[in-house]
């Protein structure tokens, strides 16, 4: 059974035009995590939410927004997306302490046209 | 401050043979280590971590790694590779963020 669901699986998006990816998980989780990987790279971390607390990476761009209106649900807000942006977006969760596992979802990736 | 390093982007070993794939770390306080694996287009998957208990780890698929502290390294071990480990690996580090830290990462290829 899947435990954290990300969708879509792809998404294209034209230059400019405000893009949302979702993620989900049934595993009742305290953190979830959104990742960026692009092409032969590490994920890169970009925010997480803790419960309802939101915390964001120093070098996050301001372009990259989240949302977490519940436990299950969070979501990443792109307002303008550039071509630099193209990339796969990895989202995670996990208990909370940092030596727990993180879990992945499948990923969405990002194509900007 | 902390970090890891994997050393080798691609390696490349034949069916059967052992797999050793590296990593250092770098921290000033005792780490917690991960090793992910990830396949094409898949998100991550923990293949095994270390969190201060036994400093040889086992992990699934047949894949282990020791903690060696005087040689600040987590290096991954398989001593048969299987055409089905070819994939992408991840050394990751957390010194209690609940932040990861990854390894730039290391392909494996199994040539039959």
């Known amino acids: 059974d899947a435990m954290v669901i990300q969708n879509p699986r792809y998404q294209v998006t034209q230059f400019g035009k405000p893009v949302t990816l979702s993620c989900s998980q049934t595993l009742n989780h305290n953190v979830m995590y959104w990742y960026q990987q692009k092409s032969s790279q590490a994920p890169k971390l970009l925010f997480h939410?803790?419960?309802?607390?939101?915390?964001n990476e120093a070098d996050t761009p301001d372009n990259f927004q989240s949302r977490r209106p519940n436990t299950s649900f969070c979501f990443l807000d792109i307002r303008s997306p550039g071509l630099g942006d193209a990339a796969m977006y990895l989202c995670?969760?996990?208990?909370?302490?940092?030596?727990?596992?993180?879990?992945f979802g499948p990923g969405t990736r990002l194509l900007v046209l | 401050a902390q970090s890891v390093t994997q050393l080798g982007s691609h390696v490349s070993v034949s069916e059967g043979a052992l797999v050793l794939l590296r990593c250092n770390y770098s921290?000033?306080?005792?780490?917690?280590l991960f090793w992910y694996v990830q396949y094409p287009n898949q998100g991550l998957q923990l293949l095994l971590k270390?969190?201060?208990?036994?400093?040889l780890v086992k992990g699934i698929n047949g894949f282990e790694a020791e903690f060696k502290k005087s040689e600040t390294s987590f290096h991954l071990t398989k001593p048969s590779a299987h055409m089905s480990d070819a994939a992408e690996y991840f050394c990751?580090?957390?010194?209690?963020?609940?932040?990861?830290?990854f390894g730039s990462g290391t392909r494996l290829q199994v040539q039959p």
């Open positions: 921290s000033s306080v005792p780490p917690y």
């Open positions: 995670a969760t996990s208990g909370g302490q940092p030596q727990e596992t993180q879990y």
């Open positions: 939410y803790y419960d309802k607390d939101f915390n």
């Open positions: 270390y969190t201060s208990a036994a400093t």
């Open positions: 990751a580090v957390t010194t209690g963020r609940r932040a990861l830290t």
